[in-house]
C-alpha cells in the first residue's frame, strides 16, 4: 500500500498541478462543515470547495437523492433527447422561483461552459459580435470564458482568443456609454468574486440594464459564485432592481457535484435550434446530478439557510476585529477579509491550514483571504474558526514587533 508521502510526491508527477504550491491536504472523508486527513486530523472549512458545497460535505438529502437517482438510471442519452425526470424537475423548479423572462434552462456541466452557452447565445439572439465585460472579472477558463478576463499575464500565452472584446471599470456608469448597437452582450458578475467581493453600488445594475434595454445588448449575469442562496436571496439579482436577459449558474448549484445551467427566456433559448444542434452536450443535466440540484434546492426552499447568511454575516463582521484587517467586504456567506497587505493574507491561509482551519486566496486580490463556508456552517463553528484567526493574527503582529 502507497504511504501519504508517496501520495504527496505523486501528486506532482501524475496528476497535472495548477500552481507549484498546491496545498496539498490528503483528504480521507468530509462531513457537515468538517474536512478530515488521512492522521483524522480535522479541517473546519470556510471554504467550501470554493463557494461549491453549500450543504455541507455530503448533506444526507443530497447523499439520499444522490444513491436513489443512481440506483434508477444514470447516464441514458446526450442532453435534450429524452425526457429525464430531474432534469426536467430541476429546470421548472428553477422557472418558479426566477422572474419573466428566465423562464427556460439549459443544463451543462461546469460554471465556464454555462458562460460558453450563454455568449453564444447573446450571439446567435442579437447576431452582434461585441462583448462588453468587468476588469478584474473571472467567468471561467475555456476559451471563451478566458477571453472576457482583461488580466493580459493569464490570457497571453494562449492568444490568439476571441475577439471584439471589451473590458469596463465595474461601477462605472460613464462607462456604459460606451454600450452600443454593435454590442451583443455586457457579462458582469452581479458581485464580482476574484476581484475582492464588491458589490455592485445603488443603482449601478439598474442603469446597465436600462442602457442594454435601450442598445438591444444582452444582459448576462453571472451568479456562479452567488448564486444558490451565498448571499440572503437565492439570486444576488434579486437584491439590486435588475434582471438579465441571461443568467448563469454553476458551483454551489448541487452542493458539491459538477454542474453548471444558463437560464434565458423560451424565444431567446429557441434560437440554439436554428441551426439544429446549435449547443449540445453529452452529460448535461446528468440524471444523478440534476437530482442532486434538486435536493439542495429543496433544502434552500424548505429551511431558513439562506436569510440567516446575512445573520452569519454579521457574526462574522462581529467577531473578526482585528488591526491586521483592513476591511470585510462581501455579503452573506461570501467574505473577504482584505488583510494590510499581502503577506498578512498568505501567512494567514498557510498557518490556519496547519492549525486546521481552511481559509483560501482569491484570484485578483492579493491582500485578500476568502471566507465562501458550507451555508450549514454553525454559530458556534464561526466562532471557533473566528477565534482561531485573531489568535493567528496575533501572534503575527507579536512576531513582527520582536
Ligand atoms: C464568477 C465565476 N464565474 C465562473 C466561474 C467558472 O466556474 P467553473 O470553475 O465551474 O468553470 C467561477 C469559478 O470560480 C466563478 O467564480
Not at 452569519?312 to 491586521?324: M, T, Y
Request: hydrophobic content about 40%.
Amino acid at each position: 500500500m502507497s504511504t501519504s508521502k508517496d501520495h504527496q510526491s505523486n501528486f506532482r508527477a501524475y496528476q497535472s498541478q495548477t500552481t507549484p504550491h498546491p496545498l496539498g491536504l490528503e483528504v480521507s472523508h468530509a462531513s457537515g462543515s468538517y474536512i478530515y486527513d488521512l492522521q483524522g486530523k480535522a479541517y473546519l472549512d470556510f471554504i467550501a470547495g470554493v463557494s461549491a458545497v453549500s450543504l455541507g460535505h455530503s448533506h444526507p438529502a443530497v447523499v439520499a437523492a444522490v444513491k436513489q437517482q443512481a440506483d434508477k438510471y444514470m447516464h441514458v442519452m446526450v442532453y435534450g433527447e429524452f425526457i429525464q425526470g430531474p432534469a426536467l424537475d430541476l429546470c421548472m423548479a428553477l422557472a418558479r422561483e426566477l422572474p419573466d423572462p428566465l423562464q427556460t434552462t439549459y443544463l451543462v456541466n461546469s460554471g465556464t461552459e454555462a458562460m460558453e452557452g450563454a455568449i453564444k447565445l447573446a450571439r446567435r439572439v442579437t447576431g452582434r459580435s461585441e462583448l462588453i465585460a468587468a476588469k478584474n472579472a473571472y467567468h471561467g477558463n475555456t476559451i471563451g470564458s478566458l477571453s472576457l478576463m482583461d488580466f493580459e499575464a493569464r490570457k497571453a500565452p494562449f492568444r490568439p482568443l476571441l475577439p471584439d472584446i471589451r473590458h469596463i471599470e465595474f461601477n462605472n456608469t460613464q462607462a456604459l456609454e460606451t454600450i452600443s448597437t454593435k454590442t451583443a452582450a455586457v457579462i458582469l458578475e452581479t458581485i464580482q468574486g476574484g476581484a475582492g467581493f464588491i458589490l455592485p453600488e445603488a443603482d449601478y445594475l439598474k442603469k446597465v440594464r436600462q442602457r442594454c434595454s435601450e442598445t438591444g445588448t444582452l444582459l448576462i449575469l453571472d451568479e456562479i459564485q452567488p448564486g444558490f442562496g451565498r448571499t440572503g436571496t437565492l439570486f444576488a439579482f434579486e437584491q439590486f432592481s435588475c434582471i438579465p436577459d441571461i443568467l448563469v449558474m454553476g458551483k454551489g448549484m448541487a452542493s458539491g457535484l459538477p454542474i453548471g445551467a444558463f437560464t434565458a427566456s423560451r424565444e431567446h433559448m429557441d434560437t440554439l435550434q436554428d441551426p439544429k444542434l446549435g449547443h449540445i452536450t453529452t452529460f448535461g443535466g446528468n440524471p444523478v446530478i440534476a437530482a442532486a440540484a434538486l435536493a439542495t434546492l429543496n433544502v434552500l426552499q424548505k429551511t431558513s439557510l439562506i436569510s440567516d447568511t446575512l445573520k452569519k454575516e454579521s457574526l462574522f463582521r462581529s467577531l473578526l476585529i482585528h488591526p491586521a484587517i483592513s476591511e470585510i467586504r462581501g455579503r452573506g456567506l461570501m467574505l473577504a477579509l482584505i488583510m494590510e497587505s499581502p503577506v498578512v493574507a498568505d501567512y494567514l491561509v498557510l498557518e490556519a491550514e496547519k492549525e486546521g482551519l481552511l481559509l483560501f486566496w482569491l484570484l485578483f486580490e492579493p491582500r485578500a483571504v476568502r471566507i465562501s463556508p458550507p451555508l450549514t456552517l454553525s454559530e458556534a463553528e464561526i466562532t471557533e474558526g473566528c477565534t482561531l484567526i485573531l489568535r493567528l493574527l496575533d501572534r503575527y503582529e507579536k512576531s513582527a514587533v520582536n
